[in-house]
Nanobody, 119 residues
């Protein structure tokens, strides 16, 4: 059974940092593509960052470049999202997403973790 469990969200002041974690289980992590998406209230879900676990190559949405960093720990089947210089507009539910089998297999979602940026 595929599971994606996010953690690390919370309330942070503008300019602060958070690190989100997503622990994956039930599939072959090293052949997956792992993504972070987010959804703000009243808005559509949007892409944040991607890492191809097998190669380590990363992709970011333009608005996150330079502030967010995606990484993975293959030994822990975990993907991270380091978020720095957070802004109020970063407030959203952040979701972990897995594309299996080098992106050719099914896609799964985690339950999400809330990030709130406010003073």
């Amino acid at each position: 059974q595929v599971q994606l469990v996010e953690s690390g969200g919370g309330l942070v002041q503008p300019g602060g940092s958070l690190r989100l974690s997503c622990v994956a289980s039930g599939f072959t992590f090293v052949t997956s593509i792992m993504n972070w998406y987010r959804q703000a209230p009243g808005k559509e879900r949007e892409f944040v960052a991607r890492i191809r676990v097998f190669s380590g190559t990363t992709t970011y949405a333009d608005s996150m470049k330079g502030r967010f960093t995606i990484s993975r720990d293959n030994a822990k089947n975990t993907v991270y999202l380091q978020m720095n210089n957070l802004k109020p507009e970063d407030t959203a539910i952040y979701y972990c997403n897995a594309q299996l089998a080098y992106g050719t297999g099914p896609t799964y979602w985690g339950q999400g973790t809330q990030v709130t940026v406010s003073s």
